[in-house]
DNA sequence: TATAATGATACTAATATAGTATCATTATAA
DNA sequence: TTATAATGATACTATATTAGTATCATTATA
């Protein structure tokens, strides 16, 4: 059970290098050498990224990506809900069946509770927090 | 992103049901009508089981299969490490790389922290309290 | 000794993830 | 004004994982 797949990984990659930039446009073309990411798949990522808000583009020569907001404002959990949906421990141990004591069920109240806290977590951790770690930074 | 796929999903609901039937032998053939669940899938998943000694089966006409221990030994941790590997929320958020620094890393320690928390609580859920929330248990 | 069960194993189908290809649009700078 | 270097949109292919099927061998029992 992974809690992040390739896109996010490379999404998070992508953002951080960009943050860094100190608003300076980056084209995919730079950021894909640099990352070891294929060119076509970033680029698809960040088209992503753009659609959703997290990243500005712009078009023609000398245009490129830029952070559509500060670092701070930018989670770990919103990457995840772009790429990979939203963070549903289980809908239901019994997914197919409709449960009749849904509310008092003993089980569903601790999935849930887990639910929660993993959320939570994964919204404490912005870009920003990411990158203060900056020694441990690397790629 | 989906805690539990299909396979512990079914297998929950036949320990749940098998360990219902006190010591009483049931075949797949039962179990699979009762459940619902396509017959020759559910044989593969209890064969599972008693390969990894969840389950005692027992061959030949009357045969069938009976819960290796109590309820309360069988955790919900184990069912999903048996069907779907080790809860690994990340192995590293840059998979790839191999980090200088991943000793002080901040991010790595609460991503960490979160994967203990969650395979702590998986640890805490037994067949057995499944089964005390008897009110709310259904086919 | 027929039968009703599991054991082992190989196969197919469906879905999700990962990655590619291509043409259209647009902004810049020579 | 036009070649060029960028993104936008979208459709496609490949790979891996998950879900499900099929079949023959083995075994215990009535
Ligand atoms: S509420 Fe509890 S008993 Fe009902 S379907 Fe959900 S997990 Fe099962
Ligand atoms: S230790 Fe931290 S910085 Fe290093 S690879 Fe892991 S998450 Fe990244």
């Given at each position: 059970?992974?809690l992040?797949?390739?896109?996010?990984?490379?999404?998070?990659?992508?953002?951080?290098?960009i943050?860094?930039?100190?608003?300076?446009?980056?084209?995919?073309?730079?950021?894909?050498?640099i990352?070891?990411?294929?060119?076509?798949?970033?680029?698809?990522?960040?088209?992503?990224?753009?659609k959703?808000?997290?990243?500005?583009?712009?078009?023609?020569?000398?245009?490129?990506?830029?952070?559509?907001?500060?670092?701070d404002?930018?989670?770990?959990?919103?990457?995840?809900?772009?790429?990979q949906?939203?963070?549903?421990?289980?809908?239901?141990?019994?997914?197919k069946?409709?449960c009749?004591?849904i509310?008092?069920?003993?089980?569903?109240?601790?999935?849930?509770?887990?639910?929660?806290?993993?959320?939570?977590?994964?919204?404490?951790?912005?870009?920003?927090?990411?990158?203060?770690?900056?020694?441990?930074?690397?790629?």
């Amino acid at each position: 059970m992974q809690l992040i797949n390739r896109d996010t990984d490379y999404a998070i990659k992508a953002l951080m290098h960009i943050a860094k930039q100190n608003s300076e446009r980056i084209p995919v073309s730079e950021l894909a050498k640099i990352l070891e990411i294929p060119n076509p798949f970033l680029r698809k990522i960040l088209q992503i990224l753009n659609k959703r808000g997290v990243l500005n583009s712009y078009k023609g020569k000398g245009g490129g990506f830029l952070l559509a907001s500060s670092p701070d404002k930018i989670f770990l959990k919103d990457l995840i809900n772009i790429f990979q949906g939203p963070v549903k421990l289980n809908e239901c141990i019994f997914k197919k069946s409709i449960c009749p004591d849904i509310k008092i069920c003993a089980l569903r109240t601790r999935i849930d509770a887990l639910e929660k806290h993993v959320i939570s977590e994964l919204e404490s951790i912005t870009l920003a927090s990411l990158l203060e770690d900056g020694a441990s930074l690397h790629s």
